[in-house]
């Protein structure tokens, strides 16, 4: 049967499969739980960790860009572990590793041969893409789970499962509804595959249908409450573009990333991707498989294209890490390309696609591209004195504009006798008693603020810069 449902009886599993399942989830595990500290917090990240800590968390949303799910629990997350980076990343990282587990548990109950599977289990659990966000404190990794529950929500639907597939799906899409507003394509993509692929001979079942719709509905109130007042915000480069601009920019911005690992990593891995995208496209001329194939090469385009149509209307305010609900059913397409491999390949296919992609995912843990707010504010802190004061350029808006540095300055420095006002809706004090530690973020919308600022006090001291974030110490002149 190719449209994915249990049968009872299956092909022997080769002998080697057992070693291989082990050491694919176990790598996915450590890629996502492991060097939670090796990178500083970046920007966006200090925008979560403000989330975290301000005293009301809706008025201060309206300034942000996101539903709330995901910093309801961080929230709770940060009153458990405190501000330390690496605990704090620990919540991101363990929603992705559950991903892991639902999408495994899902991929044990549909009718594939087993190396079909461990090849899909095998390119999601060891995915640079995923493995990347799942140690980035956002709601990604948060969509990404309720992604994975639609999914397996939509397998108990496939063998008639109605009740327990609608709840999985409600939890699913909320989730994944309520943490980011590209959440809603998760339910888009898996109604998608859901059609392609169903079912002769069981009445009813799209009635499990529901839960995804009404997990979906559950955050209608809290986006008409929270999107009139973000969309009015500005917050960043970004501004209405052409189509081609916009279907290009994920492309982009994943090769800015990919510029950045060894040439041996990308065509390895590259080329392996080419080739599981070919032969998914194969399985999807092929009778046995060619509905499921369909179906997951479909869902996985919807995420991108609907983005793509919202953005002629709205701010395109997405970047490639927004379609983190692609990977759940791209990494099934690759699995079902690569899983028609003869059996005597089978091994060599499986260990040169763990090794790609753990290699690459070895070296994005060690790239230290992120934005260097951890070694600014040790330098702020060696060069401190009684009396001087800290601000911040970042183009941000007041309160975002600090970023993460509470996770890595004395909470005396930030108190407000301490801070200043450099940016933004804020003016330059024409005189100034003491020095003043500037943080800064280079980027095309601070360039204004930083020259204003150079022009009217004395340089005193300009540190390196660690990733677009340098620290200054500024005096009257």
Sequence with gaps: MGDGRKEAVEPAVPRWHFAAWCVALAGGLWFRLGSLGAESLWLDEGFSVHLATCPELFSELARESNPPAFFWLLRWWQSLVGLDPSLLRLLPATLSSLSLGVYALTWFGLNVRSTTRLFAVTCYALSPFLCWYARELRPYAAVELGTALLFLAWSRGLIGERLRAAALGALGAALACLSHYHGGFAVLAVGTLAVVTRPSGIPHWWSWGAGPLVGALAALPVYLTLLPSQLEGDWGAQAHRSLGYLASLPLRLTLVQL??????????????????????????????????????????????????????????????????????????????????LPARLAF???????????????????????????????????????????GTITGMPSGFDVGPLPCYLDARLLQPGTRIVLESRGTLPEHLEGRIHVVIRYAPYTERWIRLVLDRYDLLYAGPQWNRVQHVILGPR
């Design 259 to 340: 510029r950045l690992l060894s040439t041996p990593s990308l065509v390895c891995g590259g080329g392996l991707v080419v080739f599981g995208l070919l032969s998914g496209a194969v399985a999807a001329m092929r009778a046995p498989t060619r509905a499921l194939a369909t179906g997951l090469g479909t869902a996985s385009a919807v995420p991108v294209v609907v983005a793509l149509v919202l953005c002629q209307f709205v701010e395109p305010r997405f970047t490639a890490r927004y379609f983190v609900t692609v990977p759940v059913f791209l990494c099934g397409f690759l699995g079902l390309g690569l899983g028609q």
């Design 348 to 390: 060599g296919g499986w260990l040169l696609v763990a090794s790609a992609f753990g290699l690459v995912c070895v070296e994005t843990a060690g790239l230290g591209s992120k934005d260097g707010y951890r070694e600014a504010c040790a330098s702020v802190a060696a060069r401190w004195r009684d009396g001087d004061r800290l």
